[in-house]
Every structure is written in C-alpha cells, then in structure tokens.
C-alpha cells in the first residue's frame, strides 16, 4: 500500500471483502473466516497490521461458487460485483479454533472510494482507493436529540438486561457526535441493505441523522 506526500490519501492494493453487510465507520463487525482467500487476506493482514475493505456486495455471494457451465465449456465462477464506496476495517480480535477457521473481530474506521479494482487468480479482491478525511465530530443539534435520547435509552434497557458486552452499540458512547448516533442507529434499524448503504455514503453526519430520525418517526419509535 502507499500514499502521497500531499493530497487526498490513497491507498493501493486494498484488500478486499464484498459481503452482504454494511460496515459503518465505528461499528463492530464479527466474522466467522473459512475460504482460503480470505484466510490468506486475514493472515496478512494480521501480520503486518494492515487494514482491509469492506464493501457491500450488489450480485454474487459472499462464498466463492462455481457457476453452471455449458457443455465442454471450462467451468467459472459466479460473477461478483459490489458498491464504489466501503470502509475500512481493522482487526481487534482473532482466535484460531480449528485448522481453517479464523473468527475475527473488526472495527470499521473511515470510508474509502475505489478507483480501480482487480480480482486475483484466487479469487480475492483488490483495489486502489481513496480515503475519505475521518468524519467530523458534529454536536447533535436540538431538534434532533430525540434520537439520541432513544438509543440511550435502548443502550439502558440492554445493560439491564446482563449482556453489555454483547448487544450490538459499540463503545465507546459518544452521545452528541452526529455521526456515531447516525451510524449506530442504521446499524440497528431494520432497513434493506440498499438503504442501509445509502446511508452510510452520505458525505454529511448531520443529513445521515436527520433521515435516521425521519425513519424513527415513521416507525413510531422516538417521541
């Protein structure tokens, strides 16, 4: 990987893996390693204390298939595509169970824009990037501190519950930063996985929060 002296900072080569999940800057994401592109990618990227790309898939499966083939023809792959914008992921945890299996813990840090990508022989994909700047740390203005004041209160009732080290807001809170209350909340909410990435490309926190909020007024879920 390399970056400029000046200028946007990009990175080349990123490793990549297209999943059916969005990833948001701050979140936690579990991941449960079988396929040997990606025990490779995690390897590596383990050694060297490298991150890799998470990037939302639009065709394909998240397991390499082979597709159906004419007769004589040489068999291929499924076809894999996946969005232009992803985040970057970086490993906190990893346990080795079993030969073959990796289960990871990841963190997603700051949005990336691909310029180019390239899948190798072996199926894994790379790609040169972009990173976009860290997001700002915007205070949530008042007519939208009905949704912080709802998640703290769901965040309350799964403490009560006995499971804070297992219920899916990531700590550390950080309650009047627009984009952590955004992202938290697309995590959590329902919503098709289109929506959930639309979301998370949005470029402004604040606008990100205000439809957050708009969805929870429509699902009745914030006074």
């Known amino acids: 990987m390399t970056s400029p002296s000046a200028g946007p900072l990009t990175l080349t080569q ?9 990833l948001f800057p701050g979140g ?21 204390g490298a991150p890799f790309g998470v990037v939302t898939l639009t065709e394909g499966e998240e397991v390499r298939r082979r597709a159906p083939s004419a007769q004589g023809a040489e068999p291929g792959f499924v076809r894999e595509g996946f969005h232009p914008v992803g985040v970057l992921a970086r490993i906190e945890k990893l346990e080795k169970p079993q030969a073959g299996l990796y289960l990871v813990q990841c963190r997603g840090l700051q949005r990336f824009h691909i310029n180019r990508r390239e899948q190798l022989p072996h199926g894994l994909w790379t790609a040169d990037v972009t990173l976009d700047p860290p997001e700002p740390n915007l205070p949530v203005p008042d007519h939208l501190l009905p949704a912080r004041q709802t998640l703290e209160r769901v965040v309350e009732g799964l403490a009560q519950q006995g499971t804070p080290d297992t219920h899916p807001v990531p700590t550390p809170h950080q309650w009047d930063d627009c984009a952590w209350l955004a992202n938290r909340w697309a995590e959590l909410l329902p919503l098709p ?3 959930k990435y639309r979301l998370m490309s949005l470029d402004s926190p604040v606008l990100r929060l205000e439809l957050v909020a708009d969805l929870l007024d429509r699902m009745g879920l914030q006074d």
């Open 14 to 22: 990123l490793p990549l893996f297209p999943l059916h999940t969005v």
């Open 28 to 48: 936690v994401l579990p991941l449960k390693i079988f396929e040997v592109r990606y025990l490779d990618m995690i390897g590596r990227c383990q050694q060297l």
């Open 193 to 195: 996985l289109e929506m």
